[in-house]
């Protein structure tokens, strides 16, 4: 896969596009989170509910002071719901 896409944002570049140069470096910014995406398929569905899940923990503590903190609520919340839902589907 790497090197399909290498090859690619090769083929890009060579056609001296500014569209074309600016998407080529756009694949490589992003490179790292394609390869991710390719290598372990989590569902946007899933990506969109943790969002949410931070977005409603953001709003309901209105602020924080510390972002360690914050991301330990983050956790928190996710083993929490992780645990509800094994506990619902062996039910």
């Not at 600016?22 to 990506?47: E, F, Q, S």
């Not at 709003?59 to 330990?72: K, T």
Request: hydrophobic residues 45%.
């Amino acid at each position: 896969m790497l090197r399909y896409l290498k090859s690619w944002i090769d083929q890009l570049r060579w056609q001296r596009l500014k569209p074309m140069e600016k998407l080529a470096d756009m694949l490589l910014n992003h490179l790292d989170g394609i390869l991710n995406y390719c290598r372990t398929k989590v569902p946007l569905g899933v990506v969109e509910t943790v969002n949410g899940n931070i977005k409603a923990l953001l709003r309901r503590g209105r602020g924080y002071r510390n972002l360690n903190y914050l991301l330990l609520k983050a956790q928190r919340l996710a083993a929490t719901r992780t645990q509800l839902v094994a506990f619902q589907k062996a039910a």
